[in-house]
Nanobody, 126 residues
C-alpha cells in the first residue's frame, strides 16, 4: 500500500524559498500522477501543482505559476515542490497526493487522488 510522507516545511520570511519533498513507501511513485495541495486555516483545500507519472505534463495553479516548480526523481522515489518568492498568503499545510492515472494528464482537483500524506506546515512571516 502506497504511503506518502511530506517534509521540508518550516518558517520563512516573505520573499524566501522552501523546497518540499514527498517521499513514498510501499510502492513506486512512477506508477502515479502526483499532486501538491494546500489548506490554510479556515479555508478549503486547494490544488497547487501536479506532475504526470511520465513527468511530461506539469500544471500549476494560477496563483503560483512562475514561482513554484514541481519535479520528480524516480530513482529516489520522491516528488519535490520548489517554492520561491513566497508570500504570507502561501501559509498553509501542504499535502502531496497520488492519483492512479486514468489518462495522460494529472488533475488539479483533489477528486482523483486517493492516497494522501499527513502534510507539512509552511509559514511565511516576518
Amino acid at each position: 500500500q502506497l504511503q506518502l510522507v511530506e517534509s521540508g516545511g518550516g518558517l520563512v520570511q516573505p520573499g524566501g524559498s522552501l523546497r518540499l519533498s514527498c517521499a513514498a513507501s510501499g510502492s513506486t511513485l512512477d506508477y502515479y500522477h502526483i499532486g501538491w495541495f494546500r489548506q490554510a486555516p479556515g479555508k478549503e483545500r486547494e490544488a497547487v501543482s501536479c506532475i504526470s507519472k511520465s513527468s511530461g505534463y506539469k500544471n500549476y495553479a494560477n496563483s503560483v505559476k512562475g514561482r513554484f516548480t514541481i519535479s520528480r526523481d524516480n530513482a529516489k522515489n520522491t516528488v519535490s515542490l520548489q517554492m520561491d518568492s513566497l508570500q504570507p498568503e502561501a501559509t498553509a499545510v501542504y499535502y502531496c497526493a497520488a492519483e492512479q492515472p486514468l489518462g495522460r494528464l494529472c488533475a488539479l482537483t483533489s477528486g482523483p487522488y486517493d492516497s494522501w500524506g499527513q502534510g507539512t506546515q509552511v509559514t511565511v512571516s516576518s
